[in-house]
């Protein structure tokens, strides 16, 4: 399997908290992605990087950061949760160009 | 306007029948990619091919660019196939991944 691994698996946290979901890789792969997947809306970009403090909006990326200081992880930063924002978030590496891609386990975020 | 398009959304089939799954799309790629996600389960890539086929024990992937469509095949199913199966599009215009909505296919024992 490849090492791309997400923490924590579960998390509930309260409206109005910071939480911050890591994506670890040891692929050594330029693309990371972000996503959310919801009922009846699928797979939805939030942030991607394609390099080390390189990033770039996905389509839902209001309420939302990233940060990637070294190839190996990408962080999503939830400022300030809200109740929309419960969500299941997987992270994805390598889906640009002709190489498979690798998800995440996924992290299932309850905000209450 | 979705660039892809997958059908059918829902399938149910009997254990042992022969599955298709159908892809298509408007963008110009460079490679396309089926995904598999079990109920509450993480996503598995199945395949990535950028042209003619490819096959992983029952199933078999087609992809013909001119008329940018791409088919999954699932030969004798069994009810653990059970699961969505996503195509995903990365666009050669830019960094952007383009997935379908995906197919619920619940194979029946």
């Known amino acids: 399997d490849a090492g791309i691994t997400q923490s924590p698996r579960h998390k509930v946290t309260e409206t109005g908290t910071p939480v911050t979901l890591r994506c670890h890789q040891t692929?050594?792969?330029?693309?990371m992605y972000w996503y959310r997947q919801d009922p009846g809306h699928g797979l939805r970009l939030i942030h991607y990087?394609?390099?080390?403090?390189?990033?770039d909006k996905g389509e839902v990326s209001d309420g939302y950061s990233v940060s990637r200081s070294k190839t190996e992880d990408f962080l999503l930063t939830l400022e300030s949760a809200t109740s929309s924002q419960t969500s299941v978030y997987f992270c994805?590496?390598?889906?640009?160009?002709?190489?498979?891609?690798?998800f995440g386990q996924g992290t299932r975020l309850t905000v209450v | 306007k979705n660039e892809v398009e997958q059908s059918p959304q829902n399938l149910t089939a009997q254990e042992g029948e022969f599955i298709t799954i159908n892809c298509s799309y408007s963008?110009?790629?460079?490679?396309l990619h089926w995904l598999q996600q079990h109920p509450g389960g993480g996503i598995v890539s199945l395949f990535m091919?950028?042209?003619g086929k490819k096959k992983h024990g029952r199933l078999i992937a087609t992809i013909n660019i001119q008329e940018k469509h791409s088919s999954l095949h699932i030969t004798a199913s069994h009810p653990r196939d059970s699961a969505v199966y996503i195509c995903?599009?990365?666009?050669?215009?830019?960094?952007?991944?383009?997935f379908g909505k995906g197919t619920r296919l619940h194979i029946l024992p």
């Open positions: 692929e050594n792969h330029r693309y």
């Open positions: 995903a599009v990365p666009a050669v215009s830019d960094d952007k991944i383009i």
């Open positions: 990087s394609y390099g080390v403090k390189d990033t």
């Open positions: 963008v110009g790629i460079s490679a």
């Open positions: 091919l950028s042209s």
């Open positions: 994805a590496i390598s889906l640009t160009g002709d190489t498979e891609a690798f």
